[in-house]
């Protein structure tokens, strides 16, 4: 018994070392990193942070998205890994800082399909709160098609975003969310339509509209877009 008391010490102050060199996140730090990760591929994965897994609810379901999720803050190992496995599809070192917001998308299981952005919401909540026209939402475009080539966006009868590359998302934009709008996407340089279509969209909302899969898949590849919501915003009308 004597014995024991020592090496359980040392155990444990080892082990309180090595965690404290690893957490970069002061205790007292309220405002971590927010991140948002999407799905974009076919499989059902989750994400882990240097690995502890971050998604704890549910795993990402291809198409699917987890809300805003506090992370670590600084330069960090990311590991992607399908659901029912250990094996790591790719590692990712991915450098957040505190206080902001993110959305990660894995757009396919190597780690040159994966990209982040940073979302300005505390921007797109002002636009929408000071909007004297009730129209009141914003959106984003975002390529997360990566072997579409650059992208051509419209939203209703907004301005075309042009050229948009893989992994690349525009500002956010003030647009009516009170009517349904028509999405139509064409590859750069063509003047044929890729994919059109009608989305029904809500007021107060900022959202992240992105493309996915491939012009030339079929099934569940196939070229489509998805839609996330970052934030809700409550409107005095």
């Given at each position: 018994?004597?014995f ?26 309220k ?33 699917g ?78 390529n ?68 996915k899969g ?24």
């Amino acid at each position: 018994m004597n014995f024991r008391i020592p090496i359980l010490l040392i155990a444990v102050i080892t082990g309180f070392t090595s965690c404290k060199e690893k957490d970069i996140v002061p205790p007292l730090d309220k405002n971590p990193p927010e991140v948002i990760t999407v799905n974009t591929t076919t499989d059902t994965i989750n994400i882990y942070q240097n690995n502890i897994r971050q998604n704890n609810t549910s795993s990402i379901y291809p198409n699917g998205a987890t809300g805003y999720l506090p992370f670590l803050r600084g330069t960090q190992n990311f590991q992607i890994r399908r659901t029912g496995t250990t094996d790591v599809l790719f590692t990712k070192a991915v450098t957040i800082d505190s206080a902001t917001n993110y959305t990660f998308f894995v757009a396919g299981t190597t780690a040159d399909k994966f990209f982040t952005t940073i979302d300005p919401i505390a921007v797109a909540y002002d636009t929408v709160e000071n909007d004297n026209t009730f129209t009141r939402s914003v959106i984003r475009i975002v390529n997360a098609s990566y072997n579409s080539g650059p992208l051509n966006v419209t939203v209703g009868t907004a301005d075309t975003v042009k050229s948009l590359a893989f992994g690349t998302a525009t500002p956010f934009m003030k647009f009516n969310a009170s009517t349904s709008q028509d999405i139509k996407i064409y590859l750069a340089n063509s003047s044929t339509v890729q994919l059109d279509t009608t989305i029904a969209f809500q007021t107060g909302l900022i959202y992240t509209l992105y493309t996915k899969g491939s012009p030339t898949g079929a099934g569940n590849a196939a070229f489509s877009i998805g839609l996330t919501t970052n934030q809700y915003i409550p409107l005095n009308q």
